[in-house]
């Protein structure tokens, strides 16, 4: 059974830097994962992802630039390091993976099977 489970959220000044960790269980190998925020009253916002074939990443366009995802196969974990943080970065930022093999739309949550719990990103201005 997969689980995720993320880590490093926290309270930053604007400008300020932050690295999220998701740590999975279970075989990842054949998944696309990601990484989405969700701001109070507003959607869930695919921020980017790195698919498990050729590991290609894609960016949301409010993070391009900012934002870096990477995934570490030996220890199952996937990052995303963030800087040049804005307040409107503020989130709740969750991690997600996708069934083996699965295929469809990188920025749409329903490619996406299995969800972390999030982690709570606070921009201060």
């Known amino acids: 059974q997969v689980q995720l489970v993320e880590s490093g959220g926290g309270l930053v000044q604007a400008g300020g830097s932050l690295r999220l960790s998701c740590a999975a269980s279970?075989?990842?190998?054949?998944?696309?994962m990601a990484w989405f925020r969700q701001a109070p009253g507003k959607e869930r916002e695919f921020v980017a992802c790195a698919t498990w074939l050729g590991n290609v990443v894609t960016y949301g366009d409010s993070v391009k630039g900012r934002f870096t995802i990477s995934r570490d196969g030996t220890r199952n974990t996937l990052y995303l390091q963030m800087s040049n943080l804005k307040p409107d970065d503020t989130a709740v930022y969750y991690c997600?993976?996708?069934?083996?093999?699965?295929?469809?739309?990188?920025?749409?949550?329903?490619?996406?099977?299995?969800w972390g719990q999030g982690t709570q990103v606070t921009v201060s201005s």
């Open positions: 279970g075989d990842l190998s054949k998944s696309t």
């Open positions: 997600a993976a996708s069934r083996p093999q699965g295929s469809g739309v990188l920025s749409s949550t329903q490619l996406y099977h299995y």
